[in-house]
């Protein structure tokens, strides 16, 4: 997917804190994060500005330390991207209202940047369901991540008891690319694990998607 984009040296990382440890809404605004492939450094000027836009965000580690949502991310930006920034978010909470407030205070960080910032958000679709029912149920939230409708997201995925892990972070990201004028939403692929391991009973969906 990152192929296909002009990728800039500023990233904004939204993804889930899945385990019940740390703050909900949680940012790190300096140091540096080392995957295998070197460090890659924390933008502390883009983190500072978006923590004094958005009360809501907590500086901790905690909610950081064992998550792998958004540093799986890492070594294909440093592949793709050499030599790049970002600020990682985790979204433990499912309080759309403050996922909103997120994705707004997200939107006018991004507004007033003169350097390009591309904004990530990382997520599975659904888990552990047949292949079938996954294809069904991940139609549905995609359905509504094509349309930038991050209240018919939301309500979706509660009612069709999607388990798309990283639902939080794409509330947050719909929320501010529609503040930012956001028009256009392309599904670039989609799949199942099911696809690659041949297992069809238990699968996770997955989704590559840009957003213009």
Not at 59 to 87: C, K, N, R, T
Not at 170 to 176: C, F, H, I, K
Not at 194 to 199: A, F, I, Q, R
Request: proline share 5%; charged share 25%.
């Amino acid at each position: 997917m990152f192929a296909r984009l002009e990728l800039p040296k500023k990233f904004l990382i939204l993804g889930v804190r899945h385990f019940p440890r740390g703050e909900p809404v949680a940012i790190l605004s300096n140091g540096a994060w080392r995957t295998p492939l070197g460090d890659v450094e924390i933008d502390a000027p883009l983190a500072e500005a978006l923590r004094g836009a958005c009360p809501l965000l907590r500086e901790d580690i905690v909610a950081h330390s064992a998550e792998h949502s958004l540093e799986v991310q890492l070594p294909f930006l440093q592949v793709s991207a050499p030599g790049f920034s970002f600020v990682p978010v985790a979204l433990g909470t499912l309080r759309f209202e403050d996922l909103v407030s997120v994705g707004e205070a997200v939107a006018r960080v991004l507004l007033t940047k003169k350097e390009e910032v591309l904004l990530l958000a990382t997520s599975d679709l659904n888990h552990y369901e047949d292949d079938a029912t996954t294809r069904v149920k991940d139609r549905k939230a995609i359905d509504q991540l094509l349309a930038l409708d991050a209240r018919a997201l939301y309500d979706t995925c509660r009612k069709e008891e999607i388990s798309m892990c990283g639902l939080g972070p794409s509330v947050a990201m719909l929320t501010a690319l529609c503040a930012m004028g956001a028009k256009k939403a392309e599904l670039v692929r989609y799949a199942t694990s099911g696809d690659v391991s041949g297992d069809h009973d238990a699968v996770v969906g997955y989704a590559g998607m840009t957003f213009s």
